[in-house]
């Protein structure tokens, strides 16, 4: 069958897997995002159904004023002596620390934290046969680091050592070590996250090393091609138990002419692995991974559709949907006004460093349409409340309800870095307003309809003012329904009866 990327579309990088019989869990980063580190689970790699988070409380993921792609970095998942480890790193506040659960879809620990005296991003975890367990991570300016812990309370045992610096690429980073038949495997990224990107491998007989690189490294690489999918690397090698193995990784799907760009941020893919005779991996087609491959795939296991419509009838909020940092005490509830989705504004607004009142999802698809209804009468003119389409602070667009000069309007808004401007505005009636989004690769239309009426377009923008290559960061796009004071804290609170999100063809 053809197996087609990215498996979990949407800005889910730094993929890590782990296996439990015929259970497969991954993890993704989050950086300023809560909850942090989504977690998927999977019996065939292909389809994968959100389970949780696993880091839930503010006391595990504290995210005050991390700025854009802050947070959360790179996560790695583990099983051992039936409990689950995650791995990561807070590089707002804190550092490396994991924590652990015996059920993944279940809570998970307080962070138990690893202070080496290095800093760095991109811890994992082996449990190795003998009972060490090996802490391996990015060093700044020492290539790739390592150490031994206790794992019941994260100090090291060993000294930190340097163990691989990679092919000569920028960055080396991303390590995962793994015992295979009784040799260590060390997989790395190299060339930056950028078109650069790429995975190299080298092994040795010690977990310390010297280790010996892989004669046809990069093991996976798409710079100075052509492909779909770019950027490729940052890797989980998966042993299926089947006698098959996988590489889960990161990668783009940049569009438009030179420069291209993307704004959904790096997904997760995957491609099928053949070892070689002298015991070496090869990724997909000799290094490359098409958006189509053909695959001899495990026994097929999909979950049902996800749901167009969240009518917001249950006591917690679906998985899919984040917060802006550490939201703030009464910003948002479900019981506020039952059957609704409410949200109370603060004077933050989107473009602060900070928690506004914001319940968003990733943008999954470059063509989709996610449309909302809003119960909201602003008291004056500060109250403001609607559907955005969010980068970063300084790069979103959104269109809204708000009061101007006495008068209940609509406006479209975009901000691009320093740049600000209503771009469209026209007054609305009494009642319920429709606020939807429709995208394509290239642009945003911004629609809107009062009471029952048809929704009408109010402006489009383009897809590449949000895209990484001018915004900058790790993350990709958000649609989010959000409310602000404009430096005030709101009087009427904004009500949404319901949010629909669809991929178009």
């Known amino acids: 069958m053809q197996l087609r990327n ?8 730094d993929p890590s897997v782990c296996r439990v019989g015929r259970d497969f869990y991954l993890v993704t980063s989050s950086f300023e995002y809560f909850p942090g580190v989504p977690l998927f689970h999977s019996h065939d790699l292909l389809h994968w159904r959100q389970i949780g988070h696993c880091l839930t409380r503010p006391s595990q993921l504290p995210l005050e004023h991390s700025r854009p792609s802050g947070g959360i970095f790179a996560p790695t998942i583990r099983h051992h002596n039936e409990r689950y480890y995650m791995v990561t790193t807070n590089m707002t506040h804190g550092g490396h620390f994991y924590v652990c659960a015996d059920d993944p879809a279940g809570e998970w620990s307080e962070p138990i934290w690893i202070d080496t ?5 991109d811890p994992s975890l082996l449990f190795d046969d003998d009972g060490e367990v090996y802490f391996t991570s990015t060093g700044w300016g020492q290539g790739i680091v390592q150490c031994t812990i206790d794992i019941a309370s994260g100090e090291p045992t060993s000294e930190v050592r340097q163990i691989w610096s990679g092919t000569g690429g ?15 495997y060390l997989l790395l990224a190299e060339g930056g996250t950028g078109l650069g990107h790429m995975c190299t491998l080298a092994r040795s007989e010690s977990p310390w090393g010297p280790f010996e690189p892989c004669p046809h490294n990069p093991i996976l690489s798409h710079r100075s091609s052509d492909l779909p999918l770019q950027a490729t690397g940052h ?4 042993d299926a138990g089947d006698g098959s193995w996988w590489l889960a990784f990161l990668g783009i799907r940049p569009v438009g002419a030179f420069p291209m760009t993307h704004h959904l941020g790096r997904e997760t893919n995957l491609a099928p692995v053949q070892w070689t005779a002298d015991g070496w991996p090869v990724v997909g087609l000799e290094g490359h991974v098409p958006a189509e491959i053909e695959i001899e795939p495990l026994p097929l296991a999909p979950w ?8 917001f009838g249950h006591t917690t909020l679906a998985l899919c949907w984040n917060h802006l940092r550490n939201p703030q005490p009464g910003s948002w509830s479900l019981t506020g006004r039952p059957g609704h989705l409410r949200l109370q504004g603060s004077a933050l607004t989107l473009s602060d460093v900070d928690a506004p009142a914001f319940v968003g999802r990733r943008q999954q698809h470059m063509a989709c349409r996610a449309t909302c209804r809003l119960l909201f009468d602003p008291a004056n003119d ?10 970063n602070d ?7 309800v708000r009061r101007t000069g006495g008068h209940r309007c609509i406006i479209m808004r975009r901000q691009i870095g320093s740049l600000r401007s209503v771009v469209a505005i026209r007054e609305l009636p009494a009642g319920p307003v429709t606020l939807s989004m429709t995208a394509d690769a290239a642009s ?6 009062a009471n029952d009426d048809a929704l009408q377009p109010l402006a489009t923008c383009e897809t590449r003012y949000l895209s990484t290559e001018v915004a900058g960061g790790f993350t990709g796009v958000y649609i989010a329904m959000y409310a602000t004071g404009n430096g005030q804290a709101t009087v009427a609170p904004a009500d949404f009866d319901w949010f629909e999100y669809e991929p178009l063809k």
Request: cysteine-free; charged content about 15%; overall charge negative.
């Open 444 to 449: 945003y239309t911004l629609s809107y309809a």
């Open 6 to 13: 990215p498996i979990i579309p949407g800005f889910y990088p």
């Open 382 to 391: 500060h109250d403001e409340a609607g559907l955005t389409v969010f980068m």
């Open 170 to 184: 920028a960055w080396a980073e991303a390590p995962h070590l793994y015992k295979i038949n009784g040799l260590y």
């Open 394 to 400: 300084q790069h979103h667009y959104e269109i809204a």
């Open 235 to 238: 890797a989980e090698l998966i």
């Open 304 to 311: 049902p559709a996800a749901p167009v419509r969240d009518d």
């Open 117 to 121: 005296g290095l800093r760095g991003i």
